[in-house]
């Protein structure tokens, strides 16, 4: 059982935009930032979003990120085929003092 | 281009010590102000993070861990290393080393990761 809670999977058709939530509570999301990670099969995770919103160089711009009171929100617009992967949150716990990550959301791309 | 590579025994019995080390090019892991940390994944599962070490040799673990999990760097060879004692089979994961940028109290995340090793726990 993760601390964030993240929907299992999402679907949305090519050309699409697709939303993934992520949700926690004050002791984390509600007081500290957010980072999204994309996660291929077989393959280490790789930065999306940090500081809730912000984008590593490199990422595109179909990315975007948000937070509003104790959850998050990863948004991918024009979505592609090779989209599909596993997406993951994470954050700091300040009750816990552990860094924590949502349980993936897996992404298809119909 | 910082870039990072672990490397270790692939399968490790159980109650022995998981040891892995990674290795950093593009940076010094002396570097002011830098964090530098281990994650897990098992097989079919989320996320962990195991813990992370400051440039000052400052470590902060995973209190569900703690009592067994060692980060330790090694400057000269721009290395950090991790050590996992008395291992099980629930231990059994890919484990991944990553910059850990932390700033202030609010503020934290990996980038970039290692490939990431299996490490096998069984006898």
């Known amino acids: 059982q993760s601390v964030l809670t993240q929907p299992p999977s999402v679907s949305a058709a090519p050309g699409q935009k697709v939303t993934i939530s992520c949700s926690g509570s004050?002791?984390?999301?509600?007081?500290?930032?957010v980072s999204w990670y994309r996660q291929f099969p077989g393959t280490a995770p790789k930065l999306l979003i940090y500081?809730?919103?912000k984008r590593p160089s490199g990422i595109s711009d179909r990315f975007s990120g948000s937070k509003s009171g104790t959850s998050a929100t990863l948004g991918i617009n024009g979505l592609q085929t090779g989209d599909e992967a596993e997406y993951y949150c994470?954050?700091?716990?300040?009750?816990?003092?552990?860094?924590?990550f949502g349980g993936g959301t897996k992404l298809t791309v119909l | 281009q910082l870039q990072l590579q672990e490397s270790g025994p692939g399968l490790v019995k159980p109650s022995e010590t998981l040891s892995l080390t990674c290795t950093v090019s593009g940076a010094s892991i002396s570097s002011s102000n830098s964090y530098w940390g281990w994650i897990r994944q098992p097989p079919g599962k989320g996320l962990e993070w195991i813990g992370s070490i400051y440039y000052s040799g400052s470590t902060y673990y995973n209190p569900s861990l703690k009592s067994r999990v060692t980060i330790s760097l090694d400057t000269p060879k721009n290395q950090f290393s991790l050590k996992l004692s008395s291992v099980t089979a629930a231990d059994t994961a890919v484990y991944s080393c990553?910059?850990?940028?932390?700033?202030?109290?609010?503020?934290?995340?990996?980038?970039?990761w290692g490939q990431g090793t299996l490490v096998t726990v069984s006898s």
């Open positions: 500081d809730n919103n």
């Open positions: 994470g954050t700091w716990d300040s009750s816990l003092s552990v860094v924590v």
């Open positions: 004050n002791s984390n999301i509600g007081y500290n930032s």
């Open positions: 990553a910059r850990h940028w932390i700033f202030g109290v609010v503020n934290n995340w990996f980038d970039p």
